[in-house]
């Protein structure tokens, strides 16, 4: 019943790999987000989707892909992983002009 | 980039005693919202303020918007344990977009 889920939790991987992070929310929102939350718990937009079409895309490395197959999912890949890529990864989702709904977020460690 | 001063970043209070959290913008907002963070966490809605000199209150936590729309407030009436937890404005920049500018967040430390 978990409104927005995001799989994996948790994520250690080494640098140069890529890998992907999964959302999905089962709200019924048209737009979705991806926020990147630093060591210093800094909580920053990255992306967000509305009915799977691209509307904020802030300075974000080109290492950076979300892709959305349909409103429900919204995924992250990320190419060449470096160290500074080591954050907590959150996935959002709204109406529009509303309060947003995070999953659990995913805790990425690049060594 | 851009982003919203929070103040303090950090307290540390005695359970029952008061707590309150500033959010300052250099521009004028469109509406803003507020979000907790326990440890360990996701944020939390908490409650979203639209008009001038708005105040809205939910039990124990009192939120006001400034009268120009630049600044925001929290306050806690007798903190418990529960309160723990980092508590961020975000601004709205409205439009289609919802987007969000998170604060820099105030951490608030409750000891028993």
């Known amino acids: 019943d978990t409104a927005v889920s995001q799989t994996p939790k948790y994520l250690v991987t080494q640098m140069g790999n890529d890998k992907s992070i999964k959302c999905e929310q089962n709200l019924g929102h048209d737009t979705m987000y991806w926020y990147k939350q630093d060591s210093k718990k800094f909580l920053k937009i990255m992306f967000s989707y509305n009915n799977k079409e691209l509307i904020i895309n802030e300075t974000v490395p080109n290492r950076f892909s979300p892709k959305s197959p349909d409103k429900a999912h919204l995924n992250l890949h990320i190419n060449s992983l470096e160290l500074g890529d080591s954050a907590v990864y959150f996935c959002?989702?709204?109406?529009?002009?509303?309060?947003?709904?995070f999953g659990p977020g995913t805790r990425l460690t690049v060594t | 980039g851009q982003q919203v001063m929070q103040i303090p970043q950090y307290q540390h209070v005695q359970e029952g005693e008061d707590f309150t959290t500033y959010c300052n913008s250099s521009t004028t907002l469109s509406n803003i919202q507020w979000y907790k963070q326990r440890p360990g966490g996701h944020p939390v809605f908490l409650i979203q303020l639209v008009k001038s000199g708005e105040v809205k209150k939910q039990k124990r936590l009192t939120f006001q918007f400034g009268e120009a729309k630049k600044n925001s407030s929290l306050h806690i009436t007798a903190t418990q344990t529960t309160d723990v937890g980092t508590y961020f404005c975000?601004?709205?920049?409205?439009?289609?977009?919802?987007?969000?500018?998170f604060g820099t967040g105030t951490l608030l430390a409750v000891q028993p």
């Open positions: 975000a601004e709205n920049y409205g439009g289609a977009t919802n987007k969000l500018i």
């Open positions: 959002a989702s709204s109406h529009p002009r509303t309060e947003q709904y």
